[in-house]
């Protein structure tokens, strides 16, 4: 059974699941990454929500504050092994509700033309691809997508 728990980014399941996140996004964004892994740093992140499948850390994501009313969803992950289950679903659900108790009225999130199955994700969750934003404006590989809540 798949339980969620809000934390921060001080939690040491989510650092787990983060090490495993930056080695996928390395291999897949090859010598891009260095650009994105300046902007997913995970230190002083207050709204993290980390899924258990029996005690087992299988997936993760955040929020953080983008702009007044807007939270960025960030480091969205579930290992491969437990893919295709609703983790990643169930995880971003729960961010969103935490965005609205937080006073959020919409979330954005930045993911790459190199995560098709991400862009599925999203997008069958109510995401919508909006025109990049902030440090992604002009960026090709980055594809921006928001939701209002």
Not at 24 to 53: C, P, T
Not at 126 to 143: F, K, R
């Amino acid at each position: 059974m798949i339980t969620l728990k809000r934390t921060d980014s001080d939690d040491p399941d989510f650092r787990f699941l983060v090490g495993f996140l930056d080695a996928e996004l390395s291999e897949r964004d090859g010598e891009d990454h260095s650009f994105y892994a300046q902007f997913n740093k995970v230190d002083m992140i207050k709204h993290v929500v980390l899924a258990y499948n029996n005690g087992e850390p299988v997936g993760c994501g955040a929020i953080k504050a983008y702009e007044e009313g807007i939270a960025e969803v960030k480091r969205m992950f579930v290992p491969l092994a437990s893919r295709k289950q609703g983790i990643a679903a169930k995880v971003l659900s729960e961010l969103e509700k935490w965005a609205v108790e937080l006073g959020y009225t919409a979330c954005i999130l930045e993911t790459g033309k190199k995560q098709p199955e991400a862009i599925a994700l999203y997008q069958k969750c109510g995401y919508h691809i909006t025109t990049n934003y902030g440090q992604y404006a002009g960026v090709d590989n980055s594809v921006c997508m928001k939701k209002d809540l």
